[in-house]
């Protein structure tokens, strides 16, 4: 049995690797450019969230300090109330002695 013997023109053949590589550049090329927008994009989103997150923080802050000046003006209502409170009850203690007339 003899050998096959293949005979290929080297010249067609790296015509076609060239092409195919060309082929791969360009395509590379492409995704590079939609890799490079992602960024850019990615970077302004980025920024946006930062800016977004200042916002709040300094909106939360707002609202805690207002939190906390409602609990300290409700602290002080109720320690008002319980004054009324017992005031109320001594003058209804004393009326009710002078009423009944316990001394």
Known sequence: ???PVIQTDLAEVLKKLDSR?????????RI????NKLEVGQAEIKGDIKAIDEKLSG???ALDTKVE???KRIGNQEF?????LVGLI?????GAAKFFGIR
């Open 69 to 71: 000046q409602l609990d």
């Open 1 to 3: 049995m003899e050998n």
């Open 80 to 84: 008002t109330n319980r004054g009324v």
């Open 59 to 61: 909106q939360i802050k």
């Open 90 to 94: 001594i003058v209804i203690l004393g």
């Open 32 to 35: 590079d450019e939609r890799l």
């Open 21 to 29: 590589f060309d082929k791969l550049d360009n395509r590379l090329d």
